[in-house]
């Protein structure tokens, strides 16, 4: 897991996951609310107990817990690159956005006040202002008038500037950052929700993916997570992890994570702009590359002209007004059009890995409820019907009969099942996979992981606290004695009361014998 992530980004992970959860924590917790391995959670949380605020505590049990002070407050100041390194980066991809709008803009302003003044040499002067007006009004995406509006849309949405719109055309939305601790999270959330025993099958209700796969992350994460895989007598493989379940606030029972049909990833768009954003982008691009191109025609004539005038060779590409007003200029404007369609293919190949992964996740529906429970058989009627409906909240069209097959087909294979794609009316059968979740549910119930505590604190690093936890200690100590000698002075007691009643019973049996022998 270390070659995944920096150090900085775990450490920044484990303390927002910290503040998730009330700043008290044991490992268990930061491994179920990040998704990192048991040993990096470990680690993480050590280097903050060093840097921030707080102290460590173990219970009676051995545990090891944090205690930081809320809100994880710095005991020393970061550097200054440290604290501002990820608002830098902003900034220079704004600046970047907001570079490649100006220089849009800047020739279309250069071009339009060089076409007007060609058209009117009288009127020169406001001209310009009219191409000044005309940038502020691209700029805005309305008049100056009504710049205070200018950035909310005909239907009420709001609009995004012309800058941002020239970088989508570009280079595509962006799209929120993905965790990428998200599943190992997921799958430490689906641990603690299953009580610390889970199967395949509910990983695969979970994740969406593939049964190969789920067995290789479930794999991966017993030995991060410190788990045990273990074959119960009827061959059902559970996974169990009793270090996960261990809390700071134990008896409550976690949320199930969202099922994979309920995290469906959306076609990503070309540009994410309206068809009217793109028409502009378009239309300014393409009037600054028409006049570059006719700047590169006609300044080399000039400058033909002119060497004949006066005899002297003048080089093309040495001259500064051939060079800015059309050979940098028409690149550039090429360069806006050329990059969207090199991106096309990927953009396609994409879409269609996402829209092959939605088709998987919305059949999922149809076969678990989504609290974990599978249905033991499920009809091609209901099946289709299902996936529809989970892919029409996100997908406009729907899933063909071939998308359909190919994802039944592969998941009746890896739950057991036998899949006819000729029959309309089949039913698809999974007993295999009913049996696996009751087996492992029993084992749930045999372990009872869920009742775990990590009991009262006997250690802090806080010596004030230390001192009040001895004092608390010695009084727990001197209560067990006091239970201890109570039950043995009970005993003892018991014992007598018993000797005694002995004592009578032989003594009553004696001089029932006497006065039978008279």
């Not at 036998?418 to 549910?441: C, H, I, S, V």
Request: with cysteine; charged share 25%; proline share 3%.
């Amino acid at each position: 897991m270390g070659t995944l992530l920096k150090d900085s980004t775990k450490l920044d992970i484990v303390r927002r996951a910290v503040i998730a959860r009330g700043c008290s924590v044991t490992i268990g917790d930061i491994v179920s609310e990040t998704g990192l391995d048991n040993e990096t959670a470990k680690s993480c949380l050590n280097s903050l107990i060093s840097t921030h605020e707080g102290v460590m505590r173990v219970s009676e049990k051995g545990e090891l817990l944090y205690e930081f002070s809320k809100g994880c407050i710095l005991r020393d100041q970061r550097s200054w690159w440290e604290r501002n390194q990820k608002a830098i980066y902003k900034g220079i991809k704004a600046v970047f956005k907001v570079v490649i709008f100006l220089f849009l803009l800047v020739y279309f302003i250069i071009y339009l006040c060089i076409l007007i003044a060609l058209l009117s040499q009288n009127r020169n002067s406001r001209s310009s202002s009219g191409g000044f007006d005309m940038a502020i009004w691209f700029f805005w995406g309305r008049s100056s008038r009504s710049r205070s509006d200018s950035y909310i849309g005909s239907s009420g949405e709001k609009r995004e500037p012309i800058y941002t719109r020239v970088y989508n055309f570009m280079f595509g939305p962006e799209e929120p950052e993905k965790d990428p601790l998200e599943m190992r999270t997921r799958c430490a959330q689906l641990i603690r929700a299953r009580n610390g025993v889970i199967t395949v099958e509910d990983w695969m209700m979970v994740s969406g993916q593939s049964r190969e796969k789920c067995e290789s992350d479930l794999a991966r994460y017993t030995a991060e997570f410190e788990g045990d895989a273990e074959i119960l007598e009827n061959g059902t493989l559970v996974y169990v992890f009793p270090d996960v379940m261990k809390s700071m606030k134990s008896g409550n029972r976690p949320q199930f994570p969202k099922p994979a049909w309920k995290t469906l990833e959306a076609p990503r768009k070309l540009s994410g702009n309206s068809a009217g954003g793109n028409a502009m982008v378009i239309g300014l691009n393409l009037f600054n590359l028409i006049m570059a191109w006719a700047c590169t025609s006609i300044i080399p004539q000039i400058l033909a002209d002119q060497a004949a005038q006066t005899g002297q060779t003048v080089s093309v590409m040495g001259d500064s007004t051939f060079l800015w007003l059309g050979l940098i200029p028409l690149i550039f404007s090429i360069l806006i059009f050329a990059v969207p369609l090199f991106r096309i293919p990927a953009h396609i190949k994409e879409n269609g890995r996402r829209r092959k992964e939605a088709v998987r996740k919305s059949l999922l529906s149809a076969v678990f409820d989504g609290n974990g429970s599978a249905y033991s058989s499920v009809s091609r009627t209901a099946a289709v019907a299902a996936t529809k409906k989970q892919m029409g909240q996100v997908y406009v069209k729907e899933p063909t009969s071939d998308e359909f097959n190919e994802a039944m087909a592969d998941l009746c294979d890896e739950l057991g099942s036998t899949f006819d794609p000729n029959d309309p009316n089949a039913t698809y059968k999974f007993p295999d996979m009913e049996m696996r979740l009751n087996e492992a549910e029993r084992k749930r119930q045999q372990l009872d992981l869920k009742s775990q505590d990590v009991g009262r604190v006997i250690f802090s690093t806080n010596n004030d606290e230390y001192e009040s936890i001895e004092s608390d200690n010695a009084s727990h100590d001197l209560q067990d004695f006091d239970r201890v000698l109570m039950s043995s002075q009970n005993s003892s007691q018991a014992r007598n009361q018993s000797r005694l009643d002995d004592e009578d019973s032989r003594s009553a049996a004696n001089n029932h014998a006497s006065s039978s022998s008279r």
